[in-house]
DNA sequence: TTACCGACCGGCTGGCCGGTCGGTAAGTTG
DNA sequence: CAACTTACCGACCGGCCAGCCGGTCGGTAA
């Protein structure tokens, strides 16, 4: 009995492993259930009966790896320290993510336009518990101290957001070089912005 | 003779608006050619006289409106002045565009990877030349000239695009209301960041 | 040993959609 | 007016794909 529902979870667990390769790659439509069953080595028959549909199954992945991606960050907003060194911490946990892992971000944002009505609601807010408001907690924790200047936290969580979805990509890597580099640079840009310092704590 | 090319030349312009719209609301995929058609009230034997392919139609109307944004952001481009005043004329551009026309450059970068090989590159290069080779040209004129601290030009002008993206939309229209406020949001979150200034030129 | 269940198979189908094609009528040319 | 070109029509086709369903088989329980 064990042994077949063990056999149940890993049959899953590689159709939802075969279906985010594969709909990182191209878009939603063009991801056939052939192609996932294919690439999982099971049949389509084997796919349905796992999964009633194919949106169900985009719908389960996405809200799976967003919940694990939400108890990572989790951490940086729970831990100690300044606003800036947690969100140091978010961001170098982000950075550090294998580009498979790190794409679903940008793949929810591709794709929720897809989907209408209820899954489109789950899409989103799973979404935004993962990244967005989680920064947000910490934007407000530092606007609240005086580390952040008086605006609203969550129009400057989602300016966070995008500069960091920047320095993820190719171009970033070749010109800024490794995780930490990038890092400054989007805590930089963020906090202190493009322009050049009139000469600050020189001691 | 003027006659049928003016009434041709019409019909392209409904095709083509009634496809913008469509496009705008949902994925290409799910934009048939048949609801194009309906729309811009012809038929699809109509609509296919005019363009070779569903592909090629949305190329058409891509590359023709991003040209017009390109022309359109020159002005900044071109006129004298501050870096930063030349950015604020700049977004001023962007912000006071109908939602339909703004939209549209979000539009590319969600459907590009739809198409592939030819038609992929020349919708990046329009893209690229309407907006971020722009903003960068700017930008780099700010480093040359101390303006700005030295960094790469590029990675600077396409933050600041995803910063004026995020300044589009309900929710910042909603928190800072018109047009001038988030102006000056975007361009001071960009040029000083968002930590607390330690009390600047105070005269 | 028997009865059953649940995982998985894979052929099939119905609908949808991009694209075609033969036709018509209005306009244009000589 | 005759010959023709052009804008447009709409029925139709072929391929593709999500989802279905009747079946097989290895395990599990009584």
């Known amino acids: 009995m064990a042994r077949q529902d063990e056999r ?16 990182l790659g191209r878009p939603y439509a063009d991801v056939t259930t052939d192609m ?10 084997g796919l349905y009966h796992h999964f009633p549909s194919k949106e169900q199954l985009y719908v389960s992945m996405m809200l799976g790896d967003l919940e ?9 907003v729970d831990m100690g320290g300044t606003c800036r060194e947690r969100l140091a911490r978010l961001t170098r946990d982000f950075l550090d993510l294998p580009d498979e892992e790190s794409g679903l971000m940008r793949l929810v944002r591709r794709d929720v336009n897809t989907f209408g009505g209820e899954d489109r609601d789950r899409l989103v807010r799973a979404y935004q518990r993962a990244l967005p408001e989680q920064v947000e907690a910490i934007v407000r924790d530092g606007i609240r101290n005086g580390e952040l200047a008086p605006a609203d936290p969550r129009l400057l969580s989602w300016s966070f957001v995008a500069l960091v979805e920047i320095v993820i990509g190719d171009y970033a890597a070749r010109v800024l070089g490794d ?13 202190e912005g493009a322009e ?8």
């Open 8 to 23: 149940s979870a890993t049959t899953q667990a590689r159709i939802l492993a075969a279906a985010r390769t594969l709909f």
């Open 36 to 45: 996932i069953a294919r690439a999982a080595e099971v049949t389509k028959g």
């Open 68 to 76: 694990g991606k939400r108890k990572l960050f989790e951490e940086a």
């Open 179 to 191: 995780a930490e580099t990038r890092l400054d640079h989007v805590l930089g840009l963020f906090f």
């Open 196 to 203: 050049t310092v009139p000469a600050k704590v020189m001691a």
